[in-house]
């Protein structure tokens, strides 16, 4: 089992910008696929990005292409989430999600392992 710790999220106003963290421990983290989920109020989760094992292959939700970037630091077990340009519908609780397959998916259900989540707040 692997345990995922978010960091970074924090409240930021309307075109800036947050790097969200999520670290690993426990299994052997380089061989697992990686996802960023989020979930606002009253809303269902949502896929937000992937990262396969290797990383250059990357998903991304419609809502986060050309403004979101996902990468990952195997050496550090840590995969990071740069967004940009935040907007106010950006607002939720954000999760990291770890898959035990080199290869990454855009569904919630693929995934093993979960963090607890960070909130991110951005004010109009």
């Known amino acids: 089992q692997v345990q995922l710790v978010e960091s970074g999220g924090g409240l930021v106003q309307a075109g800036g910008s947050l790097r969200l963290s999520c670290a690993a421990s426990?299994?052997?983290?380089?061989?697992?696929?990686m996802g960023w989920f989020r979930q606002a109020p009253g809303k269902e989760r949502e896929f937000v990005a992937a990262?396969?094992?290797?990383?250059?292959?990357?998903y991304y939700a419609d809502s986060a292409k050309g403004r979101f970037t996902i990468s990952r630091d195997n050496a550090k077990n840590t995969v990071y989430l740069q967004m940009n340009r935040l907007k106010p519908e950006d607002t939720a609780v954000y999760y990291c999600?770890?898959?035990?397959?080199?290869?990454?998916?855009?569904?919630?259900?693929?995934?093993?392992?979960w963090g607890q989540g960070t909130q991110v707040t951005v004010s109009s």
């Open positions: 999600a770890a898959r035990y397959t080199v290869l990454a998916s855009k569904e919630i259900y693929d995934y093993d392992d």
């Open positions: 990262i396969s094992w290797v990383s250059s292959i990357t």
């Open positions: 426990g299994r052997t983290y380089s061989n697992y696929a």
